[in-house]
C-alpha cells in the first residue's frame, strides 16, 4: 500500500506547514474579494495558521480604513 504524497495545495492536515504561508502571499489574499478573505481568515483560525490569520486581518484592516476615507 502506497501513501499519498501531500502536495502544497493538499492543506486537509491540520499543520503549520511553510507551504500554506508560501501559496497565501500579501499580494494574493490583496486579489481575494471581501467574503474569499473572511473565508480563508476563519479557515485559518480554526487551523490555527496564525501568520495567515495576521495577514488576513491586517489586509481587512487596510480595506476597512480605505472604506472610510
Excluded at 474579494?33 to 491586517?58: F, G, H, T, W, Y
Amino acid at each position: 500500500m502506497s501513501k499519498k504524497k501531500k502536495t502544497p495545495k493538499d492543506t486537509s492536515s491540520n499543520d503549520n506547514s511553510p507551504q500554506m504561508i508560501i501559496l497565501w502571499t500579501k499580494e494574493r489574499l490583496r486579489s481575494l474579494s471581501d467574503q474569499q478573505l473572511m473565508n480563508l481568515l476563519e479557515n485559518a483560525k480554526r487551523r490555527e495558521v496564525s501568520e495567515i490569520v495576521d495577514r488576513c486581518e491586517e489586509i481587512l484592516e487596510e480595506r476597512r480604513k480605505l472604506e472610510d476615507l
